[in-house]
C-alpha cells in the first residue's frame, strides 16, 4: 500500500512509483441519501445510506495551522494557499489518538496497549497482511467493541522514529469463528507485494474488475460470493479505493494508511459488516 511516510530503513528511491499520479476522487463524503441523489432523479451520483462521513470543518484563512504557525492569507501581494477538498479533510491524519479513545470509552470499548495476551494474535494478522512491515512496526492503541452486529478490535500500526512513535496504518479487523480461504481484496491502482501463488478471481462486473482486485490461493464459493455480493461491489464502488482487505489469522481486516479516529472506525465498520456478510453466507 502506498503512503506518503517513508518505513525505517526506506529512502525515496526505495519504493518505485506506486501510486504516482493518483488522487482521491472528491465524491465521498458528498451529499446525503435524498431523492435528488439517486440516478435519474437530478444526476448525481447514487452513494449507499450512511456512506457519507460528516465533513471536517475548514479552518478560516489566516487561522492557526495544526503546528501552531498561521497559515498564510491572500491580498494584493500574497499567495493564498488552496483549501483542502472535503475528502482531504475527512481523511487527513489528524494525530487523533486520544479522540479515538474517548470515543470508544464511550462506545463501552475497552482499550489495550498492544502488549496484552490477547493482542499476541494480531501480530499474526499483520505478518499475513498486504501491507509492507519492518521489524519495527507493531499494534498500538487496541480497541475493541461491538459495531452494529460485529465484535471489532481497531488499531494503529506504528514505528519508533527519534523520539517519537509514529502511526502508519490503521487496520480494523472482525473476529470470525468459521475457517475462511486466505485471501486479499485491494484497490487495483495500488502496488501488490508477495503475490507469488495467488490466483486473481473476477467478479463479472468489469467496472469493479478494473477497479478491484480479489487474490487467493484456491478459488471457491466463499471467494466468488464476496465478489459476486451487490452490497459489496456498491460500497467499494462508492469509497475512494484507500482501504485493503484480508482474511487471515481468524480475522477479516481492513487496512488504511492513516491513524485511528472515531469516522474512520465507523468508516471501516460498514465495510467490514458488507465483506464478514458475504463470506459467512457462502460457508
Known amino acids: 500500500m502506498s503512503t506518503p511516510r517513508e518505513r525505517p530503513g526506506e529512502g525515496p528511491d526505495d519504493r518505485d512509483d506506486e501510486g504516482a499520479g493518483w488522487h482521491e476522487p472528491a465524491h465521498l463524503g458528498q451529499g446525503g441519501s435524498s431523492d435528488a441523489d439517486r440516478p435519474g432523479e437530478g444526476g448525481a451520483a447514487w452513494e449507499p445510506p450512511g456512506w457519507s462521513l460528516p465533513p471536517a470543518e475548514s479552518r478560516p484563512v489566516g487561522s492557526p495551522s495544526p503546528s501552531g504557525v498561521a497559515a498564510p492569507g491572500g491580498g494584493f501581494f500574497g499567495r493564498r494557499r488552496r483549501p483542502p477538498s472535503e475528502l482531504e479533510q475527512v481523511f487527513a491524519y489528524e494525530g487523533d489518538h486520544l479522540g479515538v479513545q474517548a470515543w470508544a470509552i464511550q462506545h463501552g470499548w475497552t482499550l489495550s496497549d498492544g502488549n496484552g495476551p490477547e493482542d499476541a494474535v494480531l501480530q499474526d494478522l499483520l505478518a499475513a497482511g498486504p501491507v509492507r512491515l519492518s521489524k519495527d512496526h507493531r499494534p498500538a492503541g487496541v480497541l475493541r467493541g461491538r459495531a452494529g452486529g460485529l465484535e471489532l478490535v481497531a488499531f ?40 507469488a501463488g495467488l490466483l486473481q478471481v473476477p467478479s463479472g462486473d468489469p467496472e469493479f474488475d478494473t477497479r478491484w482486485v480479489l487474490l487467493t490461493p484456491e478459488d471457491g464459493p466463499a471467494v466468488r460470493h464476496l465478489v459476486e455480493d451487490p452490497t459489496v461491489r456498491g460500497l467499494l464502488l462508492g469509497s475512494d479505493d484507500g482501504d485493503e482487505f484480508w482474511a487471515a489469522a481468524s480475522h477479516v481486516a481492513a487496512v488504511r494508511p492513516d491513524g485511528h479516529r472515531p469516522q474512520l472506525v465507523e468508516h471501516h465498520a460498514r465495510l467490514l459488516t458488507a465483506v464478514v456478510g458475504a463470506l459467512a453466507a457462502a460457508l
Open 156 to 195: 494503529d500500526v506504528v514505528y519508533a522514529s527519534g523520539r517519537y512513535v509514529v502511526p502508519e496504518y490503521a487496520v480494523t479487523a472482525a473476529p470470525v469463528l468459521a475457517a475462511l480461504p486466505y485471501l486479499r481484496l485491494s484497490p487495483a491502482r495500488l502496488w501488490k507485494h508477495r503475490t
